[in-house]
């Protein structure tokens, strides 16, 4: 089991930036993939940035320049620098571990609002 919390939403205004984290804790030795989804109202959850075991990275193209994801393993954290927001960036943000086994976790999700 892995059990993850993200922290760093909040409103800010266009053009802005926020950082967001996620600690993780539990089997975190099985960790594939780490990163950030992402879910506007009326829109299905969609990938924002992953990286891998290997340190790959991974983006959506839409947040791509503006957005870096790190990790930090000695504190198993992941987080996410966000520059130059848009409204459309406006969505609560997961975190996500994908395990060697293939399996799926989420976290409880963080509100990022983007004002115009």
């Known amino acids: 089991q892995v059990q993850l919390v993200e922290s760093g939403g909040g409103l800010v205004q266009a053009g802005g930036s926020l950082r967001l984290s996620c600690a993780a804790s539990?089997?975190?030795?099985?960790?594939?993939?780490i990163g950030w989804y992402r879910q506007a109202p009326g829109k299905q959850r969609s990938l924002v940035a992953t990286v891998d075991s290997g340190g790959s990275t991974n983006y959506a193209d839409s947040v791509k320049g503006r957005f870096t994801i790190s990790r930090d393993n000695a504190k198993n954290k992941v987080y996410l620098q966000m520059n130059s927001l848009k409204p459309e960036d406006t969505a609560v943000y997961y975190c996500?571990?994908?395990?060697?086994?293939?399996?799926?976790?989420w976290g409880q999700g963080t509100q990022v609002t983007v004002s115009s």
């Open positions: 539990g089997s975190t030795f099985s960790i594939k993939a």
């Open positions: 996500w571990f994908l395990s060697l086994g293939l399996y799926n976790y």
